[in-house]
């Protein structure tokens, strides 16, 4: 992480007002941090650690184990492909394959103009509408292949206003 | 305003069920997570917006009640007309105009966005006779999609927190007990743990300071009732919380949601605030002097923490790991504290139970599973969504009574239950009652609820190689039995699926399963490999096939088919052409189509899409090409 500039923590000094300095807090914390920044800054966990009073090595712990969590800047849109069961069985593989495809980029990873970030979630239960992808905030129900690329258009122009 | 006494709450609920009666219709528009992706949300406004501008304020009210998911997720955005109970499915704001006109003033039907039963191609005009609700029994989903689930007067005019009030003011915690063990009520999270037990054993823990907790971390891939109940009528998981926390004494609770369930966390919120507003919840509880408050606890999305032990480290803000159980949670759980730790669903159920009765729940059921459950219906079903039945209807009348058989008629092969930990039971079992036991005997569990149906385009080595492959992800790596035996075994079935398998294989993936049964820490290592052994138990000749010929039965491992169109039957719908993702297929409107073997990924879009049987068919990959007949 060295040579990351400094983040802004204004929000975290807000994000810290709003809960107790303790252990139990820290999973509320962080989450709220990865709403704010799309990822845990680094320096924002130093210092999550010392308010919270968590040795850091924790911190990282809690970090890295729960899925929500990443250690990495994420695009501005996550591409979310739902890979429960009933999705797994109605083809979420060809939609991860053809999104990986148009975005030049395998899931977990994220474009290099920081657009898109893929990633697989296990379920987000909306099982009836089998296979969903979720773009940004759009849930996009019966997913095909063939749409991908006018699921992913529609946030695109969304970032250009 | 606070309500203190049962006479306080009868008034409230008099005046609730008046101010709905002042109005003679109701337009209910879903707004459960399916029917919002469909673009409900528009349909509401214009709902708003259209009897506004028509004058008809005073014939439904100032507005559109937006209700939680109705179920029928797949026909959404669904509306209904009350007390008409007409039903009209995927509705667009296009459609509202004419709704508004034709049934809300004129009362006549609109036949185009009725339900048709595709088992007779007839319209169905009312919410109770389409098949998929006409043989639904429902507790713990009683309100959802009646009430609008942000607003608790609607809730208490259809009951809400009847239950506790009478729970309060008529009957002793040792009662409640009694009647919830009476009731028969056993967890709904899918290990069926007796629930009066769990009480009875928190009540008589020592210590003064006790927690309930919900587990609302419904990871089942294939599994959605919790968040539903959550989003839909928050207040009856509340309602039974507080009775909970009543009968045991605790003064403090938790309520922990899944991070993937956003609009869960939003609608338990706003209902926790009105319950504490209206003297259910916080202190002196409807002027008792019981004082209870509750918080929402969201996960971070980790599958291991649905496991009770996983899930209260999670809470205290720890890595969800979790513990031995030779010390019960109802002794040393939440903060080393006596904790009831109960599904969403089995907290939904409470209040109704107490309402009731006990005789009336268990008067439901079978002899060891008493009242119903709610289930996800989806996979390969043509209509799916979520249902709610007495326990031990057959799994053939819910496949093809209320899901209306196989897509396309295909043939059945299996349905999964129980998630990870559970299993695929065969066509053979179709006849099988559903309930704790038989479905355990059956090498599955109950689960959270998830009916995952499949067809014969499903290969049952590719779904064990699914389940995995996402346990091999989620497991929490405490223990070496999980960690290291999923691992192994996924890296066979990787071979598997690729024609690499040996002969020994599926004595090497049973050695393993027996190792992390008895060697694995917690239930989710323990349980781990029922998704391979159900399918080895019932779809071994699947498993040989990949073996001994390396050929997938069901055409779904890429390494181990071809497609082909055969030319005699193709008749030029260039629909294989428009779903080809490798640009495989070359040919143009009604004229033949052919796939170039060497771009073709094998993915199978193509056969999918053809409207024609027989035209594009698939083939081992490895048989000799004068050989060529379909599997």
């Known amino acids: 992480m060295n040579g990351q500039p400094c983040v802004n923590t204004a929000p975290l000094d807000e994000i810290l007002a709003r809960y107790p300095a303790s252990e139990t807090a820290l999973i509320q914390v962080l989450q709220d941090v990865h709403r704010a920044y799309h990822y845990l800054p680094c320096d924002v966990l130093v210092k999550v650690a010392e308010v919270l009073d968590v040795p ?8 890295t184990f729960y899925k929500a969590f990443s250690l990495v800047p994420q695009g501005r849109t996550i591409v979310r492909v739902c890979t429960g069961t009933a999705c797994h069985i109605r083809g979420a593989n060809r939609l991860i ?17 920081m657009g898109f970030t893929i990633k697989t979630v296990n379920c987000v239960g909306a099982c009836a509408m089998a296979p969903v992808v979720i773009v940004g905030e759009q849930y996009h129900g019966s997913a095909q292949p063939a749409k991908v690329a006018k699921y992913l258009a529609e946030t695109e122009a969304g970032h250009e206003n | 305003m606070r309500i203190e006494s049962a006479a306080a709450y009868d008034e409230f609920h008099r005046r609730a069920l008046d101010s ?19 673009g409900s949300m528009r349909v509401a406004e214009t709902f708003t917006k259209e009897l506004q501008a028509r004058g008809l304020t005073a014939e439904v009210g100032n507005f559109t009640k937006r209700t939680g998911c109705h179920g029928f997720c797949q026909r959404g955005p669904l509306v209904v007309i009350q007390p008409a109970g007409i039903l009209y499915t995927q509705v667009k704001p ?16 609109i036949p185009r966005l009725l339900y048709k039963n595709p088992a007779d191609n007839k319209r169905v005009e009312h919410y109770g006779d389409v098949p998929f609700y006409a043989n639904q029994t429902r507790v713990a989903m009683r ?20 239950g506790l009030v009478k729970v309060m003011f008529e009957m002793t915690p040792e009662r409640v007990i009694g009647e919830i063990e009476r009731s028969g009520l056993r967890g709904r999270g899918g290990a069926g743990f007796v629930t009066a037990r769990k009480w009875r054993a928190c009540r008589n823990a020592e210590g003064e300071h006790k927690f309930v907790v919900c587990n609302g971390d419904e990871g089942d891939p294939g599994a959605f009732k919790d968040r539903s109940i959550m989003e839909g009528d928050p207040h009856s998981v509340l309602e039974g919380i507080v009775i909970g926390a009543w009968a045991v004494g605790a003064h403090e609770g938790f309520i922990y949601v899944r991070d993937e369930y956003p609009l869960a966390v939003v609608n338990l919120t706003v209902a926790i605030e009105q319950a504490r507003q209206h003297g259910f919840l916080g202190t002196n509880i409807l002027g008792t002097g019981f004082d209870f408050d509750l918080a929402i606890s969201r996960g971070g999305g980790a599958f291991v923490c649905g496991e009770s032990s996983a899930l209260m480290r999670s809470i205290e803000g720890k890595v969800g790991e979790p513990r031995q159980k030779y010390v019960h949670a109802t002794d040393k759980g939440l903060f080393d504290r006596p904790t009831v730790l109960n599904n969403v669903e089995t907290w939904a159920d409470v209040g109704a139970i107490l309402l009731h009765g006990a005789g009336w729940f268990a008067g439901m059921g079978t002899e060891k599973s008493k009242g119903t459950k709610a289930f996800s219906l989806v996979g390969k079903v043509k209509n799916t969504g979520l249902i709610e039945l007495p326990m031990g209807m057959t799994l053939r009348d819910i496949v093809y009574g209320i899901g209306g058989g ?36 059956a090498g599955s569990m109950m689960g959270s609820g998830g009916m995952i149906v499949m067809d014969d385009r499903t290969c049952m080595v590719d779904v064990a190689r699914y389940f995995l492959s996402f346990l091999t992800e989620e497991s929490c790596g405490k223990c070496v039995p999980c960690r290291e035996g999923l691992k192994q075994m996924l890296a066979i079935y990787d071979d598997l699926v690729a024609g690499r398998g040996k002969p020994g294989d599926i004595e090497r993936i049973e050695t393993l399963a027996a190792g ?7 239930e989710l290592g323990k349980s781990a490999p029922n998704p391979v052994l159900s399918t080895l138990r019932y779809f071994r000749s699947e498993y040989e096939a990949h073996i001994v010929a390396q050929t997938c039965p069901a055409g779904m491992c890429r390494d181990l088919t071809a497609y082909e169109i055969v030319p005699e039957l193709c008749n030029g719908c ?8 490798a640009d495989a297929i070359t040919g143009e409107t009604k004229k033949l189509h052919t796939i170039h073997q060497e771009k073709c990924i094998s993915c199978g879009a193509c056969y999918d899409v053809c409207p024609t049987e027989g035209a594009v068919r698939f083939y081992p990959k490895n048989r000799p090409a004068e050989n060529r007949e379909a599997v």
């Not at chain 2, 260039?574 to 993702?581: D, E, W």
């Open chain 2, 516 to 522: 992390m049964q008895l060697g694995s820490l917690c």
């Open chain 2, 20 to 38: 709905a009666a002042a109005h003679r219709q109701e337009v209910l528009v879903c707004c459960g997570t399916g029917c919002l992706a469909n």
């Open chain 2, 574 to 581: 260039h629909l294989c052409f428009k779903a080809c993702p």
């Open chain 2, 143 to 162: 309100n959802i999609g009646k009430i609008d689930p942000t607003d608790i007067a609607d809730a208490i005019g259809h009951d809400a927190y009847a």
């Open chain 1, 56 to 63: 850091l090595a924790k911190v990282f712990s809690v970090g």
């Open chain 1, 97 to 113: 394959e053809e999104i990986e495809r148009l975005l030049k980029i395998k899931s977990g990873e994220t474009t290099e103009d």
């Open chain 2, 406 to 441: 196989i897509i396309d008629d295909r043939p059945f092969k299996a349905v999964q239950t129980g998630g990870p930990s559970g299993g695929c039971v065969p066509e053979s079992l179709l006849d099988l009652p559903v309930d704790y036991e038989r479905l355990a005997e």
């Open chain 2, 94 to 109: 296009k459609d509202v105009a004419e709704i508004c006109e034709k049934t809300v003033a004129g009362g006549t039907v």
